[in-house]
Structures are given as C-alpha cells and as structure tokens.
Nanobody, 124 residues
Framework: QVRLVESGGGLVQAGGSLRLSCAAS????????AGWFRQAPGKEREFVAG????????DYLGSVKGRFTISRDSAKTTVYLQMNNLKPEDTAVYYC?????????????????WGQGTQVTVSS
C-alpha cells in the first residue's frame, strides 16, 4: 500500500512560482498513475495535472496549461508539480493522489491513495 507525503506549499505573490513535491513510500510511480488535485474553500476538489505510468502520458486542467508542469524523478518515487506565473485563483489546498493503474484519471473517485495536502496561497 502506497503512502504519499506532499511538501512545498506556501504563500507567494501573483506571478511567482512554487514547486510541490509528493514522496511515495510502499510503492513507486512506475506502477502507479499519479495526479495533483486542488480544493479551494467551498469548492469541489478538482483535477490539476496527472500522468499515466505506462506509457508516459500527461494531462492538465485547461487553466493551468503552460503554467504548471508535472514530472517525476528518475527513481520514480517522487512526483513534482512546478507552478509558474501563479494567480490568486490558484489558491487552494493541493493534494497528491495515486492509483494502481497505467492510466491517469481526472476524477478524484479514480484514485485510491491520497496525501494530507499542502496549502498554496497566492496574494494579489
């Protein structure tokens, strides 16, 4: 059973950058598809970015395309979300998620494993 721990959130001004990390234990991302989700107060949890494990196929929420990049390290134990040109509307708790599948999913219901979340706050 895989365990996920996120880090890297914080407070940043609009236009700034943050990199979130998601470290996996009990499994690697060579066997799991992974995704980043976010949830703002009073809103549903939404898919931000994800990849399938085999082959490497990535998908992004439309509003973050060109600004966010999902990647993983060569050991396939850590997933990153590089966030550039951040906007106040990106403010949310960001969650890492994984599922035992080759294919990514865009619904929270597709994922079995979740991290505890990390807060990202973008000031205007």
């Amino acid at each position: 059973q895989v365990r996920l721990v996120e880090s890297g959130g914080g407070l940043v001004q609009a236009g700034g950058s943050l990199r979130l990390s998601c470290a996996a234990s009990g499994g690697t991302f060579s066997n799991y598809a992974a995704g980043w989700f976010r949830q703002a107060p009073g809103k549903e949890r939404e898919f931000v970015a994800g990849f399938g494990s085999q082959p490497w196929i990535v998908d992004y929420l439309g509003s973050v395309k060109g600004r966010f990049t999902i990647s993983r390290d060569s050991a396939k134990t850590t997933v990153y979300l590089q966030m550039n040109n951040l906007k106040p509307e990106d403010t949310a708790v960001y969650y890492c998620a994984a599922r035992f599948s080759n294919l990514t999913g865009v619904s929270a219901d597709d994922y079995n494993y979740w991290g505890q979340g990390t807060q990202v706050t973008v000031s205007s």
